[in-house]
């Protein structure tokens, strides 16, 4: 295992930010914290930079007692929301920092400068400086001074928030293909379960302040722990008292199966490709249902209609 | 540029206008006379010295306000504005009681150059800190932690990361401090004694020139201390730009 977190503890005032976490996570992956933002992600990825301290318990990174080191001494790359450029310095520059740090030989230095700013796709901006660069442009940059001094983990705290929804997306495939070609441990925090699922090799499930669970996308996603994790990787409603994920639900005109719940259509809502319908059951539960256009109009559903609901075969309960 | 132009351009004009009223030759006389130029000397010098000190106290306060907590901090950031917000002449009094001839502290500084540095550096204070605050309460931390994870010590970071982006504030807030600085009068005039050759300042002798009635003569003092500020904010500025710049662009 390359980090080891270990009956962390940690609070601020009164307000318990992480609360006895232990977790491992495993080397040459790319990890995602997730969960909802004051949920403690953050925090407990700064305290594995070693950014904020623990106010107990143990952290060690490759096998190394880190509990104490500075963030200088623990070899970690560390990737912010909102980028923390060196405004005054050019990109090349930027990048160049950590390895100047270390006083490596100049030749050195602008080859792998070189060599990582081709690897972002910044070649042609290395004699800008960070405010003549956009936001992805910029993280971009982050990401390549990050990576310049070989740190044992990366860690990335937010790295795509302040991006618009376009540029996110690239980036963060982007991020997993680099990921595929560097190998280096990763681990980033993430409000956006979609992009956890998409990137993350293996999540952990983080709120307030408790680790609810650990696993990869599949999973999360089909053996949700509990009701939180539930309801946080997916949109959920509920059936028959239980949560039950909105197109895991079979709609039906006629009784079929016994065991249907039965009820009436009180909205019909078209968004692309899905409809998404609002059922009132006769036993006065709101259902949430979604299926595909062409079923719905198989069905010939509309606002009043008589429709029988069962879950699907195979579908994630809780 | 109207309201410009006649809060500025025109009183800066007939200042130049009045002190070549006399020709060349009353620019020579003033500014041989001996203690018309040991004035200059004095006064110039004495603000690029308390202007120095101004720079590094200045940040360093500033930088106490806004990182640092502590009881009476918002009382603290209140009264830094005191010498600047005082009428100059309240300040020469209260420097008088606190440094003149029976002072409580038993610190005798009237009616030397220690006066005219005090006095300077009392009304002057506030430049430094007041450009450099915001410029610190706008920068991220997260700058310096980015530092710190890429192997940067606390010295190291503040040298190469937070110094620049204060720079051009600093510079700002030292331009404001010697400005003012070799302007001053009303602070150091009790305190000081004005003895010629001594402690007497630029300002104070130009009074004295208005006093004599030699018009011309006060002028063309006004007109030098009107070039050597020009010359520092000019100078000030352009060390600001290189530093700045020193560890930006590649090369």
């Known amino acids: ?318 | 540029m109207i309201w410009f132009s006649l809060l500025v351009l025109i009183p800066l004009a007939a200042i130049i206008v009045k002190a070549s009223g006399g020709g060349w030759h009353t620019y020579a006389d003033t500014l041989s006379n001996s203690q018309t130029l040991d004035a200059i000397k004095l006064t110039v010098g004495t603000s690029l010295l308390v202007t120095a000190l101004n720079m590094v106290m200045g940040t360093i306060i500033a930088w106490v306000l806004v990182r640092d907590r502590f009881p009476g901090k918002a009382l603290l950031d209140l009264v830094i504005d005191i010498p600047f917000a005082l009428p100059t002449i309240v300040a020469g009094l209260v420097l008088l009681s606190l440094y003149g001839a029976d002072s409580p502290l038993g610190l005798h500084f009237a009616n030397t150059r220690s006066a005219v540095f005090l006095a300077i550096a009392f009304v002057t204070l506030p430049f430094v800190v007041r450009t450099v605050q915001p410029v610190l309460e706008e920068m991220e931390t997260d700058v310096e932690d980015a530092a710190a994870s890429l192997g940067a010590s606390r010295a190291v970071t503040f040298r190469r990361v937070v110094l620049p982006t204060l720079v051009p504030a600093i510079f700002a807030g030292a331009s404001l401090s010697f400005a003012r600085g070799i302007s001053e009068y009303g602070s150091l005039v009790l305190l000081s004694g004005n003895l010629p050759h001594r402690t007497e300042v630029t300002s104070v002798r130009v009074m004295s020139y208005l006093e004599g009635g030699d018009t011309a003569a006060a002028a063309s003092v006004a007109t030098v201390l009107l070039v050597v500020a020009l010359l520092a904010i000019v100078s000030l500025d352009i060390i600001a730009r290189r530093v700045a710049r020193r560890d930006g662009r590649n090369g």
Do not use: C
């Open chain 1, 1 to 318: 295992m390359s980090i080891e977190v270990k009956n962390v503890n940690k609070r601020f005032g009164d307000f318990v930010a992480l609360d006895d976490v232990s977790v491992s996570l495993p080397t040459g992956q790319l990890t995602a914290l997730l969960g909802p933002s004051g949920g403690g992600k953050s925090t407990l990825l700064r305290i594995i930079a070693g950014l904020d301290s623990a106010d107990s318990g143990s952290i060690s990174i490759e096998g190394t007692e880190a509990t104490h080191l500075p963030p200088q001494k623990r070899n970690i790359g560390f990737v912010f929301q909102h980028y923390a450029a060196f405004k005054h310095m050019s990109v090349a520059k930027n990048v160049a920092f950590g390895l100047e740090i270390r006083k490596k030989p100049k030749p050195e230095i602008e080859r792998k400068v070189n060599e990582l700013l081709d690897l972002v796709h910044l070649s042609q901006f290395a004699n800008r400086l960070p405010a003549q660069l956009s936001g992805g442009q910029r993280q971009r940059m982050a990401l390549a001074r990050a990576l310049a001094v070989e740190p044992t983990v990366l860690l990335l705290d937010e790295p795509f928030g302040a991006l618009d929804a376009k540029v996110r997306k690239e980036l963060r495939d982007w991020l997993r293909r680099l990921h595929d070609e560097v190998h280096v441990t990763t681990v980033f925090v993430t409000h956006d379960q979609e992009e956890a699922l998409e990137v993350a090799d293996e999540i952990v499930v983080i709120n307030q302040g408790r680790v609810e669970q650990v696993g990869t996308p599949d999973q999360l996603y089909d053996a949700p722990a509990n009701d939180f994790v539930m309801s946080f990787l997916g949109d959920v409603t509920t059936l028959g008292g239980e949560l039950i994920r909105p197109h895991d639900i079979e709609v039906d005109v006629t009784p079929g199966e016994p065991g249907a719940i039965e009820g009436s259509v009180s909205r019909v809502l078209r968004i692309g490709f899905e409809v998404r319908l609002t059922v009132l059951t006769d036993v006065g539960e709101v259902v949430t249902v979604e299926l595909t256009r062409t079923n719905a109009r198989r069905l010939g559903i509309a606002e009043g209609s008589r429709v029988y609901l069962n879950a699907v075969l195979g579908a994630t309960r809780v």
